[in-house]
């Protein structure tokens, strides 16, 4: 079974320009979830979806980043314009339905801001 | 102050050595409790998965939950080189999708 997919891994950009993730979940899993870890940190949640629905965004800064899950499979977070604090690791997670399924990890997109 | 508390290391052991993790929490209303495996550039990966009090056992890997003190443990026996990895706590409540995540604890299993 394949895992949890993403792309690009590592990506640099200069502040205020734009930039966008790209995941494929595993296959069947309804729940992606969208994580920032920071060095040194753990994962924070940005956002989740069930199926094409954002359910908890709370934690996504909406002024500059935006994400979406079209046919609730794919997603990509686009962040526009990019600032210097942003340079982390962006992490995307799957899982089935419930809320005791086991999370599985991608390996992350590294972005550095300059 | 957190939720959840890590200690964020370095620990540096032999190889052979018995691995003690720790994780302190402040949120009561926590019942599930996992261990997560993270190598460097890679994902965390799921490693134990506890539900409320008591002892897990994995092969080598032991987890410990004590929500009477709201502490809780991974044990790691005959560690090996390849054990050598940050180690992610996370704990949700019931019912709850949302995951929190301790800080990571380094560990280094030197040959």
């Given at each position: 079974?394949?895992g949890?997919?993403q792309?690009?891994r590592?990506?640099?950009?200069e ?5 966008a993730f790209w995941?494929?979940?595993i296959?069947?899993?309804?729940t ?7 060095l ?5 949640l940005?956002?989740?979806y069930e199926?094409?629905?954002a359910v908890?965004?709370?934690?996504l800064?909406?002024?500059?980043f935006?994400?979406?899950r079209l046919?609730?499979?794919?997603s990509?977070?686009?962040i526009?314009?990019?600032e ?8 995307c997670?799957?899982s089935?339905?419930t809320?005791t399924?086991t999370?599985?990890f ?9 | 102050?957190?939720?959840?508390e890590?200690?964020p290391?370095?620990?540096s052991?032999?190889?052979?050595a018995i691995?003690?993790l720790?994780?302190t929490y402040?949120n009561?209303?926590f019942?599930?409790f996992m261990w997560?495996r ?9 490693l134990?998965y506890?539900y409320?009090?008591?002892n897990k056992e994995?092969?080598?890997?032991t ?8 502490y809780?443990s991974?044990f790691?026996?005959?560690?090996q ?8 706590c996370?704990?949700k409540s019931t ?13 280094f299993?030197?040959?």
């Amino acid at each position: 079974e394949a895992g949890v997919v993403q792309s690009p891994r590592y990506k640099i950009i200069e502040k205020k320009q734009p930039v966008a993730f790209w995941c494929n979940p595993i296959s069947g899993h309804n729940t992606l979830y969208w994580y920032l870890q920071n060095l040194g940190q753990g994962p924070e949640l940005l956002i989740r979806y069930e199926n094409e629905e954002a359910v908890d965004d709370s934690q996504l800064p909406k002024d500059r980043f935006s994400a979406e899950r079209l046919k609730g499979v794919d997603s990509t977070l686009k962040i526009q314009p990019a600032e210097l604090g942003d340079s982390a690791v962006y992490l995307c997670a799957s899982s089935r339905a419930t809320a005791t399924d086991t999370q599985y990890f991608g390996p992350g997109t590294r972005l550095t801001v300059l | 102050q957190k939720e959840v508390e890590q200690d964020p290391g370095p620990l540096s052991v032999p190889e052979g050595a018995i691995v003690s993790l720790n994780c302190t929490y402040s949120n009561s209303a926590f019942q599930y409790f996992m261990w997560y495996r993270q190598y460097s550039r890679k994902g965390p990966e799921l490693l134990m998965y506890t539900y409320s009090s008591g002892n897990k056992e994995d092969g080598r890997f032991t987890a410990q939950v004590d929500k009477s003190s709201k502490y809780i443990s991974l044990f790691i026996r005959d560690s090996q080189p390849s054990d050598s990895a940050t180690y992610l706590c996370a704990m949700k409540s019931t019912g709850g999708f949302k995951t929190i995540f301790g800080a990571g604890t380094r560990l280094f299993v030197k040959a």
